[in-house]
């Protein structure tokens, strides 16, 4: 890895697995303490699974410090 970003690119491309599995998924995802170190990535991690797979739900994260919704 030569930066941060290419880091949070790599962590964030999601596995055929989870492709697979997220498509199993019913309803949309909510991520608790997604403002803690491993949220942020989990969440992009998530999206970018779910655009893969072209389903319109959304990823939904709480915490103590602030809530995100996804479009």
Do not use: C, H
Request: proline share 3%.
């Amino acid at each position: 890895m030569r930066s941060v970003f290419e880091l949070d690119s790599r962590l964030s491309d999601p596995s055929e697995a989870l492709l697979k599995d997220m498509a199993d998924v019913e309803g949309d995802i909510l991520l608790l303490g997604v403002g803690g170190k491993m949220g942020p990535s989990l969440a992009r991690l998530a999206m970018n699974a779910l655009k893969k797979t072209g389903q319109g739900k959304k990823v939904i994260g709480a915490s103590r410090s602030y809530v995100y919704l996804s479009a």
